[in-house]
DNA sequence: ATGTAC
């Protein structure tokens, strides 16, 4: 018996074929007729299950038993897309997500684009199994919003002062860290839950309280409400909006992961590779889980003590807030199935539940309230979307065009680099326009002093 | 998005 035979009964490649051919050898010693190991073999792979205690097989049946594997559905499941001219790659993703066999339904948001695994913008609702990829590198990236009790003329009048707490309080960059770290307790957790998050525990807690690299921003801006919300009145606010997520830490944890979902599932097709799945019931699976949940609470922990500093650098009164993840997976009931949806830049969009919707850096943003449409999956975009690649971006844009939309929105740029000018997104009252069957606008926020990571070093090699 | 390793 060969391992191709193995293959196409459906067996994983690797070491659980290793496993079932040496046990074929044992069961051939042992007298078994081949016709006999085969017509065990071919059920065994359906119904693990009823073969956990059989004397020769039981741990073949162990070691495949927790696992779900690949088998190409007659239909995909059913996903829906929003917004027009979506990037084709973006769709092709979102596609082969749907032909999993885990999958119950996807959707694309309107500021969809190509990322690894699951595109950026998509949404994918699985059942009994989390894809490390479909959640994304930085688990639990998210947003918080503080709007203070202080007039928008702080920001002209009070300027420098401002800036300089954006700059005092906030460290940007690749492996940004604060020499001395804050205190907050999400460090008194179980850290323990997986390995990576027993080692890197003191990592992170000295990047607690940092923005990091790539789209994450701190900005001070006006908040602008044409009607009573939030629990305040109808008018104009300074407001602080800071974008960042897991940095360092879960950055290890999704990589981790990942890397097993792969080794687990070696039967993927390779396109499919990148979106290979951990069963919520093996220990895999659950360890991720708890790991991925301790990253959500980081994640919240690391803005909680950012906006924290700067509250209390500034004096001023805060009289809201508003904060969503939007790169995380939720167990949530959806057809009445228990399902886990995956939004992989894509802000939960339940009806009334708030969320903020940042454009760029010379473009407004939006706090938003879902209208818990089902076929999205209660979920919206959660930004404008690139449309250029970072590489595309500092050949084609220079900062004479980006100083020029800066001047015309009022905006103070402290730092950035040239891949997250304004022209590397979608206009983000057209995305806007093309989910307002998902969300209401509530307010609007334009930013004035912006702060992003600023160029980094040429690559070494 | 991250940051130094099959």
């Given at each position: 018996?060969?391992?191709s035979?193995?293959?196409?009964?459906?067996?994983?490649?690797?070491?659980?074929?290793?496993?079932?051919?040496?046990?074929?050898?044992?069961?051939?010693?042992?007298?078994?007729?081949?016709?006999?190991?085969?017509?065990?073999?071919?059920?065994?792979?359906?119904?693990?299950?009823?073969?956990?205690?059989?004397?020769?097989?039981?741990?073949?049946?162990?070691?495949?038993?927790?696992?779900?594997?690949?088998?190409?559905?007659d239909?995909?499941?059913?996903?829906?897309?929003?917004?027009?001219?979506?990037?084709?790659?973006?769709?092709?993703?979102?596609?082969?997500?749907?032909?999993?066999?885990?999958?119950?339904?996807?959707?694309?948001?309107?500021?969809?684009?190509?990322?690894?695994?699951?595109?950026?913008?998509?949404?994918?609702?699985?059942?009994?199994?989390?894809?490390?990829?479909?959640?994304?590198?930085?688990?639990?990236?998210?947003?918080?919003?503080?709007?203070?009790?202080?007039?928008?003329?702080?920001?002209?009048?009070?300027?420098?002062?401002?800036?300089?707490?954006?700059?005092?309080?906030?460290?940007?960059?690749?492996?940004?860290?604060?020499?001395?770290?804050?205190?907050?307790?999400?460090?008194?957790?179980?850290?323990?839950?997986?390995?990576?998050?027993?080692?890197?525990?003191?990592?992170?807690?000295?990047?607690?309280?940092?923005?990091?690299?790539?789209?994450?921003?701190?900005?001070?801006?006006?908040?602008?409400?044409?009607?009573d919300?939030l629990?305040?009145?109808?008018?104009?606010?300074?407001?602080?909006?800071?974008?960042?997520g897991?940095?360092?830490?879960?950055?290890?944890?999704?990589?981790?992961?990942?890397?097993?979902?792969?080794?687990?599932?070696?039967?993927?097709?390779?396109?499919?590779?990148?979106?290979?799945?951990?069963?919520?019931?093996?220990?895999?699976?659950?360890?991720?889980?708890?790991?991925?949940?301790?990253?959500?609470?980081?994640?919240?922990?690391?803005?909680?003590?950012?906006?924290?500093?700067?509250?209390?650098?500034?004096?001023?009164?805060?009289?809201a807030?508003?904060?969503?993840?939007?790169?995380?997976?939720?167990?949530?009931?959806?057809?009445?199935?228990?399902?886990?949806?995956?939004?992989?830049?894509?802000?939960?969009?339940?009806?009334?539940?708030?969320?903020?919707?940042?454009?760029?850096?010379?473009?407004?943003?939006?706090?938003?309230?879902?209208?818990?449409?089902?076929t999205?999956?209660?979920?919206?975009?959660?930004?404008?979307?690139?449309v250029?690649?970072?590489?595309?971006?500092?050949?084609?844009?220079?900062?004479?065009?980006?100083q020029?939309?800066?001047?015309?929105?009022?905006?103070?740029?402290?730092?950035?680099d040239?891949?997250?000018?304004?022209?590397?997104?979608?206009?983000?009252?057209?995305?806007?326009?093309?989910?307002?069957?998902?969300?209401?606008?509530?307010?609007?926020?334009?930013?004035?002093?912006?702060?992003?990571?600023?160029?980094?070093?040429?690559?070494?090699?």
């Amino acid at each position: 018996m060969r391992g191709s035979e193995l293959k196409q009964m459906g067996y994983p490649e690797g070491n659980t074929t290793t496993l079932a051919l040496n046990l074929v050898g044992k069961a051939c010693e042992s007298g078994w007729d081949v016709d006999d190991v085969r017509d065990v073999l071919e059920k065994l792979v359906e119904e693990p299950g009823e073969y956990a205690e059989h004397e020769i097989f039981g741990e073949l049946a162990e070691a495949i038993g927790e696992r779900v594997l690949f088998r190409e559905r007659d239909e995909p499941a059913p996903w829906k897309q929003w917004g027009s001219d979506l990037d084709p790659a973006a769709i092709g993703q979102l596609e082969n997500a749907c032909r999993l066999p885990v999958s119950v339904a996807g959707a694309l948001m309107p500021d969809a684009h190509r990322g690894y695994g699951l595109p950026i913008g998509g949404v994918l609702a699985t059942e009994g199994a989390v894809i490390p990829y479909a959640v994304g590198v930085d688990i639990a990236c998210r947003m918080k919003m503080t709007v203070f009790d202080a007039p928008p003329s702080a920001l002209e009048h009070d300027k420098e002062h401002l800036s300089k707490i954006i700059e005092d309080e906030t460290r940007f960059g690749i492996g940004a860290y604060f020499d001395k770290p804050h205190d907050h307790e999400v460090m008194d957790r179980d850290w323990g839950v997986s390995p990576v998050t027993r080692r890197l525990k003191e990592k992170a807690r000295y990047q607690l309280g940092s923005s990091g690299s790539g789209n994450h921003f701190a900005e001070w801006g006006v908040l602008t409400l044409a009607d009573d919300a939030l629990g305040v009145k109808k008018g104009q606010y300074l407001a602080l909006l800071t974008h960042s997520g897991s940095r360092g830490v879960g950055a290890s944890v999704a990589n981790h992961y990942s890397k097993l979902a792969r080794e687990w599932h070696p039967e993927l097709p390779k396109e499919l590779q990148h979106l290979a799945w951990l069963e919520l019931d093996s220990e895999l699976g659950q360890e991720y889980w708890a790991a991925m949940s301790l990253m959500g609470e980081y994640a919240a922990a690391n803005h909680a003590v950012m906006h924290r500093e700067i509250v209390e650098a500034l004096g001023a009164e805060v009289v809201a807030d508003v904060e969503n993840h939007h790169n995380f997976a939720w167990k949530e009931e959806h057809d009445g199935r228990e399902v886990v949806v995956h939004r992989k830049g894509a802000t939960p969009a339940g009806k009334g539940v708030l969320g903020v919707i940042p454009g760029s850096m010379a473009e407004p943003g939006f706090v938003v309230r879902g209208k818990g449409e089902a076929t999205s999956l209660e979920s919206a975009a959660h930004g404008a979307g690139r449309v250029m690649s970072r590489r595309q971006a500092k050949r084609e844009i220079s900062w004479k065009d980006v100083q020029a939309e800066l001047d015309a929105s009022g905006v103070t740029l402290l730092s950035a680099d040239l891949d997250e000018a304004p022209d590397v997104y979608k206009d983000i009252e057209s995305v806007m326009s093309h989910q307002d069957d998902l969300v209401e606008i509530v307010a609007r926020f334009d930013p004035k002093i912006v702060k992003m990571a600023p160029p980094g070093e040429p690559p070494e090699d």
